[in-house]
């Protein structure tokens, strides 16, 4: 069940980066991408959400382990997926 949830946060982790990319594209180069006005909506939904989740789950993360910049720089890219792979790589106690 482990190595499953580790590949659905990984497929997770990497459409996130592809609405990042979308997102950041629709601003840089709108005549190359699809829908930018939404690719631009999409972008800033995401920088607000993961804005907010870095506050929320930075002491959290930051108790267990690691930096404080790392973790916001995770959580600001991967969001909650982020904290799920935290989670994943504790072991059960």
Same mark, same amino acid.
């Given at each position: 069940?482990?190595?499953?949830?580790?590949?659905?946060?990984?497929?997770?982790?990497?459409?996130?980066?592809?609405?990042? @990319?979308?997102?950041?594209?629709?601003?840089?180069?709108?005549?190359?991408?699809?829908?930018?006005?939404?690719?631009?909506?999409?972008?800033?939904?995401?920088?607000?959400? !993961?804005?907010?989740?870095?506050?929320?789950?930075?002491?959290?993360?930051? @108790?267990?382990? $690691?930096?404080? $910049?790392?973790? @916001?720089?995770?959580?600001?890219?991967? $969001?909650?997926? !982020?904290?799920?792979?935290?989670?994943?790589?504790?072991?059960?106690?």
């Amino acid at each position: 069940m482990f190595g499953a949830m580790k590949v659905a946060i990984a497929v997770g982790k990497l459409g996130v980066l592809a609405l990042w @990319a979308w997102g950041i594209a629709s601003f840089v180069a709108p005549t190359a991408v699809p829908a930018p006005e939404i690719g631009r909506m999409v972008f800033l939904g995401l920088l607000a959400v !993961h804005v907010v989740e870095v506050f929320a789950f930075a002491r959290k993360l930051t @108790a267990a382990g $690691g930096s404080l $910049g790392g973790h @916001a720089w995770q959580l600001l890219l991967f $969001g909650f997926l !982020h904290v799920l792979g935290q989670k994943q790589d504790t072991p059960a106690t």
